[in-house]
């Protein structure tokens, strides 16, 4: 039997990482202007007043620099997943950051800065903004906690029978739902994964 209990999936950018100050900073010093009105990344482009495909373009740009593997840890991520690393717990990246090798092994260094090699064994990319729908449904049904600042996600988790736990930002708080807990940082986000019941066990033959 392989029990899931303490196998989050997390979202990386806006969760783990504080990727938007970085972009946002990086872009205002190429001469780009910040509305100052904060919006989610796969939305970065109406922070800018710049058209889509432009954003799309710079934010590949910036994920494929090195500067991509220096972010900071967003709300005391390095604390308490450090502190539910020494728990037993274990993280799968699900992250939207890009499909490039590049970009990817910044993101690995950037990760290794702040956690045991092991803490997040996995990572799944998917392209710049893209959806996580087809991702998470290989683990629909498996009641595992799902961490994401992005409502479309959050969504998705909640059909497919994730428990999860919507990290907090500007840009979302218009959300609520009963069924969907809400963290403002990893302190909180903490307690509820400790006070969640406990999913269900899949069975593991192999």
Not at 107 to 136: H, W
């Amino acid at each position: 039997m392989f029990d899931n209990n303490k196998v989050i999936l997390c979202d990386i950018d806006g969760v783990v990482f504080d990727w938007h100050s970085a972009f946002v900073n990086w872009m205002e010093m190429q001469g780009y202007t910040s509305t100052q009105m904060k919006h989610h990344d796969a939305d970065i482009h109406l922070e800018f007043g710049i058209d889509y495909n432009e954003a799309i373009i710079k934010k590949e740009e910036f994920n494929t620099n090195m500067i991509a593997s220096t972010l900071q840890p967003f709300a005391d991520a390095d604390i308490y997943i450090n502190k539910l690393y020494n728990e037993g717990y274990r993280f799968i990246g699900v992250t939207s950051f890009s499909d490039k090798p590049i970009a990817q092994y910044y993101r690995y260094l950037n990760l290794e800065d702040y956690f045991p090699t092991d803490c997040f064994g996995t990572m799944i990319f998917v392209s710049a903004g893209e959806p996580k729908r087809e991702i998470l449904e290989q683990f629909e049904g498996t009641g595992m906690i799902y961490v994401d600042d992005r409502i479309l996600n959050i969504n998705s988790g909640l059909v497919l029978g994730l428990k999860p736990i919507l990290m907090s930002h500007s840009y979302n708080l218009h959300y609520e739902r009963n069924d969907v807990l809400r963290a403002r940082n990893w302190k909180q986000l903490y307690d509820h994964i400790k006070n969640l019941e406990q999913p269900k066990k899949i069975d593991d033959k192999k």
